[in-house]
């Protein structure tokens, strides 16, 4: 049974950089766990990797992340010392992933008085499986036979190539597998390396990578409060990783959603990653606006769930089937609700942070369409609300951000059908018409009184609708299923609505008292779902575990709401989180409290392009951080001790902002006014 697992990520290492992937033990061997490999472009093209020296192979000491596409492994060599109990001969492979693929430098150093003469060997094997059937764990592919070259090999299957250097090994094959061999003399109290590359080409790529320095290259941020100053590094590095362009706009910058399983454009997940990057400059968001306005939807197709106006969900390779499940999505699929209002948002706020109005005005048609979709096809019972049901019967059942199946439950577990209408896609819907109207009349289009007006009725029904009361007061319903219904049980999408102005001050005191109770907060981040739910699990997928983007825009939302309190709470969990996740932020992890450190979900991508800014959601959440009139406002609290951020940007204008342990800002330089 256990060859239709899907595989675990947590205790694996990975370097990246998009759309490359190596996963690989911590001594840095390939081919003991499913995941473990060399990927580029979501094609597994190396699934065994070994090494030997002297016929032995290296004892592994340590492994260390210098930056995401970078890991040092050290080893010993103890078959190669002198006699004693002191390590002689050691060595240090660095791995680097590249955007094309992989590169490993291996140094043998030793302090023994004389040369060791010895070899060194690695062992590969071939591949060319999909990662979705790496993800499925169903049967793969047989491996391509490799063929040799003028110093290592090539192989593929027709539409990826992969090929391999190793100056000067000797290269055997062997099936498919392919033996480097150097014979290496490592000189008296000195080194001697070897090196080996792998580049690899996809014929039906849709995606490539970006290799020049991002925008926020430049941010530095030093704290007293240690975790917050590394979780940030860590994520700033990570992010830098995740870039890719599309093969129908290089050039057009997006952060894919992560690593291993959505190595991709993903609608949803690019615009939050990008909305929540704001602070520290707008071109990644205008780039994302650009390259998802180029593929928003003209016509209706039930198949691919297009929609005119409609804001694309997933960007692949090829059709993704999911097996036991009854998913079969196209190549580009458009199955999503939140994707088109939040494009809406992110366009509106990219220019309230300075996006040059040229490209705004130019991605104005674009707007048109995205509101008249809210409007037409996505209200499709015009009652005021947008819902969402899979026409196709292949399709994803929910569509919003939680769309595994059972994400949208009622309090005792039974789930709601369809149409379904999320508490948060109203909030997300009513701030885009807000914020569409402000764009339609601050350049003279026609359409603003009308979109304020859509904007009132909505407001007008959801409160009308969503609202329940248990024995803790009052609280809002996830959704409204196919019968109008609320779905009872409480869970973190309420926390969504913070901040966009649907709710008023005593109603969003309501909900910042509700995210911030023991059944939500787990300590290490808000709980997708209440303990108190029948169908709570601290492991299930969006019915109990912590995702740290949905508890960074809950904080967002509630500092937005002057609820500073109980964003420093939620604050306070994902420090502790990062803390024990290294600084990387993964995907989603355990709501597990009784714990001293975050269990993780094990399969959880790791990293995850809105779990690493959600870090850049903490800074700005404690700076207080707004933008108007070309510059950055700060009205700063002591949530996370005295730091100092370099490289904020206001209108294209760097910034830079100290703040001191009583969160009182004490230094600032550029277009920065304190509040």
């Given at each position: 049974m256990s060859e239709t697992l899907q595989p675990f990520l947590h205790d694996q290492v990975v370097v990246l950089a998009a759309p490359s992937q190596s996963w690989f033990a911590a001594d840095g061997t390939m081919g003991g766990a499913s995941i473990q490999g060399l990927y580029v472009s979501d094609v597994r093209v190396v699934s065994l990797l070994d090494y030997s020296v002297g016929d032995a192979r290296p004892e592994h000491i340590g492994t260390s992340r210098l930056d995401a596409a970078t890991a040092r492994i050290d080893q010993l060599h103890r078959t190669l010392d002198a006699p004693g109990a002191d390590p002689d001969v050691r060595s240090t492979l660095t791995r680097t992933a590249r955007t094309d693929g992989l590169a490993d430098d291996y140094v043998i150093t030793s302090r023994l008085g004389s040369p060791v003469e010895t070899t060194v060997r690695v062992r590969l094997a071939t591949d060319a499986s999909p990662l979705d059937?790496?993800?499925?764990?169903?049967?793969?592919?047989?491996?391509?036979?490799?063929?040799?070259?003028?110093?290592?090999?090539?192989?593929?299957?027709?539409?990826?190539?992969?090929?391999?250097?190793?100056?000067?090994?000797?290269?055997?094959?062997?099936?498919?597998?392919?033996?480097?061999?150097?014979?290496?003399?490592?000189?008296?109290?000195?080194?001697?390396?070897?090196?080996?590359s792998l580049s690899a080409e996809d014929a039906r790529a849709v995606v490539s990578g970006v290799d020049e320095v991002p925008e926020w290259g430049g941010v530095r941020v030093t704290a007293s409060d240690r975790r917050f100053e590394r979780w940030v590094g860590a994520s700033l590095d990570d992010l830098a990783a995740l870039r890719l362009t599309t093969t129908h706009a290089p050039g057009e910058q997006f952060l894919a959603a992560g690593a291993p399983w959505f190595f991709t454009l993903f609608g949803r997940d690019s615009i939050w990653a990008a909305r929540m990057l704001l602070p520290l400059g707008t071109s990644i968001a205008a780039s994302t606006l650009r390259v998802l306005a180029a593929l928003q939807g003209t016509a209706s197709n039930p198949d691919t769930a297009e929609q005119p106006g409609k804001i694309m969900h997933e960007l692949r390779?090829?059709?993704?089937?999911?097996?036991?499940?009854?998913?079969?999505?196209?190549?580009?699929?458009?199955?999503?609700?939140?994707?088109?209002?939040?494009?809406?948002?992110?366009?509106?706020?990219?220019?309230?942070?300075?996006?040059?109005?040229?490209?705004?005005?130019?991605?104005?048609?674009?707007?048109?369409?995205?509101?008249?979709?809210?409007?037409?096809?996505?209200d499709a019972d015009g009652d005021g609300l947008l819902e969402y049901v899979d026409e196709s019967g292949r399709g994803l059942a929910n569509q919003g951000w939680k769309d595994s199946g059972d994400s949208v439950q009622f309090a005792d577990g039974s789930l709601a059908t369809g149409p379904i209408a999320l508490v948060e896609v109203q909030a997300y819907a009513y701030e885009a018409a807000l914020g569409g109207a402000a764009l339609l009349e601050h350049f003279g289009r026609a359409g603003a009184d009308e979109?304020?007006?859509?904007?009132?009725?909505?407001?007008?029904?959801?409160?009308?609708?969503?609202?329940?009361?248990?024995?803790?007061?009052?609280?809002?319903?996830?959704?409204?299923?196919?019968?109008?219904?609320?779905?009872?049980?409480?869970?973190?999408?309420?926390?969504?609505?913070?901040?966009?102005?649907?709710?008023?001050?005593?109603?969003?005191?309501?909900?910042?008292?509700?995210?911030?109770?023991?059944d939500m907060s787990s300590g290490f981040g808000l709980r997708t779902?209440?303990?108190?739910?029948?169908?709570?699990?601290?492991?299930?997928?969006?019915?109990?575990?912590?995702?740290?983007?949905?508890?960074?825009?809950?904080?967002?939302?509630?500092?937005?709401?002057?609820?500073?309190?109980?964003?420093?709470?939620?604050?306070?969990?994902?420090?502790?989180?990062?803390?024990?996740?290294?600084?990387?932020?993964?995907?989603?992890?355990?709501?597990?409290?009784?714990?001293?450190?975050?269990?993780?979900?094990?399969?959880?991508?790791?990293?995850?392009?809105?779990?690493?800014?959600?870090?850049?959601?903490?800074?700005?959440?404690?700076?207080?951080?707004?933008?108007?009139?070309?510059?950055?406002?700060?009205?700063?609290?002591?949530?996370?001790?005295?730091?100092?951020?370099?490289?904020?940007?206001?209108?294209?204008?760097?910034?830079?902002?100290?703040?001191?342990?009583?969160?009182?800002?004490?230094a600032a330089s550029g277009p920065v006014a304190v509040g």
């Open positions: 059937a790496v993800k499925a764990g169903i049967e793969l592919p047989a491996a391509p036979a490799p063929a040799p070259t003028s110093d290592g090999a090539t192989w593929g299957d027709g539409d990826i190539t992969a090929t391999l250097s190793a100056p000067g090994a000797h290269i055997a094959i062997e099936g498919n597998q392919i033996v480097l061999e150097w014979s290496v003399t490592v000189p008296a109290r000195g080194s001697a390396a070897v090196r080996w390779r090829g059709t993704l089937e999911i097996p036991g499940e009854g998913i079969v999505l196209p190549p580009l699929y458009y199955g999503t609700v939140d994707a088109t209002p939040l494009w809406v948002c992110l366009l509106h706020d990219a220019w309230r942070w300075g996006m040059p109005e040229a490209e705004v005005e130019a991605l104005l048609p674009n707007l048109e369409a995205a509101l008249a979709w809210m409007r037409d096809s996505g979109w304020r007006a859509w904007a009132a009725a909505l407001r007008e029904v959801f409160h009308e609708k969503f609202w329940l009361e248990d024995a803790d007061g009052a609280y809002l319903a996830i959704a409204l299923d196919a019968h109008k219904r609320p779905v009872d049980s409480m869970t973190s999408n309420a926390g969504h609505v913070l901040g966009t102005g649907l709710l008023s001050p005593a109603q969003a005191a309501v909900v910042a008292r509700r995210l911030v109770t023991p779902m209440s303990t108190t739910a029948s169908g709570y699990w601290p492991l299930s997928y969006h019915g109990g575990t912590v995702w740290a983007h949905d508890t960074a825009i809950a904080v967002s939302g509630l500092t937005r709401e002057g609820r500073t309190e109980e964003a420093d709470v939620l604050i306070a969990g994902l420090l502790a989180a990062a803390e024990g996740f290294d600084s990387r932020m993964p995907e989603l992890h355990s709501g597990e409290a009784d714990v001293s450190s975050p269990l993780p979900y094990p399969a959880a991508c790791r990293p995850q392009a809105w779990s690493a800014a959600a870090s850049i959601v903490v800074l700005s959440s404690v700076l207080g951080l707004d933008a108007a009139d070309g510059e950055l406002l700060v009205s700063s609290r002591p949530t996370v001790g005295a730091f100092a951020v370099d490289g904020l940007r206001a209108a294209g204008a760097a910034v830079s902002v100290q703040v001191d342990h009583a969160g009182d800002v004490v």
